[in-house]
């Protein structure tokens, strides 16, 4: 099977520069997607296609790709942005056309 | 504006098959470059892609779960409807049904999503 892989957690103090890694083999010829997750809430896209940001995503939001790693920034992190996140990506293949990383707990000093 | 939400028994059975609906509005699956996915999450753990269905009507999923998932659709009803033959306590979790986004690119990914169906494998 295929595998993206992510921190556990991740921590910030508010107004600090969070940045949450996803790697995987085929990352460097697939686009990733990520997903903001709270508790007890369904997911949220907030950057696809590497970088792009939907709208409605606040601007603090980013996306970068270098290699076989993704990354999700967030820029003067806020209270609210602690969350899980989650990439997701297909493998090189199509044999696995949506993979999920284990997720990251982004926690806000 | 797009809604999905998803409906079905909060309990089964070891070993019967689970059935559940997604009800959505705001778009039609019989549209270009739309489809449906469903995606799992057990307590506490990640998220799972289960399956996705195209506006084709073509059908991909998790090669993991493929002998045991169904997915199937009733555009005239906005229904998407998957299936998951021989539950296990370890299948308990919630259960989403999310809209691909991606229109037709041969990308997928998932930007609305429903607020998810509890679902409890137990005797």
């Known amino acids: 099977s295929y595998e993206l892989t992510q921190p556990p957690s991740v921590s910030v103090s508010p107004g600090q520069t969070a940045r949450v890694t996803c790697s995987g083999d085929a990352l460097g010829n697939q686009y990733a997607h990520w997903y903001q997750q709270k508790p007890g809430q369904a997911p949220v896209m907030v950057i696809y296609k590497d970088t792009e940001r939907p709208s409605g995503i606040p601007e603090r939001f980013s996306g970068s790709t270098s290699g076989t790693t993704v990354t999700l920034t967030i820029s003067g992190v806020q209270a609210e942005d602690e969350a899980d996140y989650y990439c997701q990506s297909p493998d090189s293949t199509g044999f696995y056309p949506v993979v999920f990383g284990g997720g990251t707990r982004l926690t806000v000093l | 504006q797009i809604t999905l939400e998803e409906s079905g028994p909060t309990l089964v059975k070891p070993t019967q098959t689970l059935t559940l609906t997604c009800n959505f509005s705001?778009?039609?699956?019989?549209?270009?470059?739309?489809?449906v996915g469903w995606i799992r999450q057990p307590p506490g753990k990640a998220l799972e892609w289960l399956a996705l269905?195209?506006?084709?009507?073509?059908?991909r999923y998790n090669p993991s779960l493929k002998n045991r998932l169904t997915v199937a659709r009733d555009s005239s009803k906005n229904q998407v409807f998957l299936t998951l033959a021989n539950m296990d306590p370890v299948d308990t979790g919630t259960y989403y049904c999310?809209?691909?986004?991606?229109?037709?690119?041969?990308?997928?990914?998932?930007?609305?999503w429903g607020q998810g169906a509890l679902v409890t494998v137990s005797s």
């Open positions: 705001g778009f039609s699956l019989s549209t270009s470059g739309l489809g």
């Open positions: 999310a809209h691909r986004g991606g229109g037709d690119s041969l990308l997928d990914y998932f930007d609305y």
């Open positions: 269905i195209y506006w084709t009507g073509d059908k």
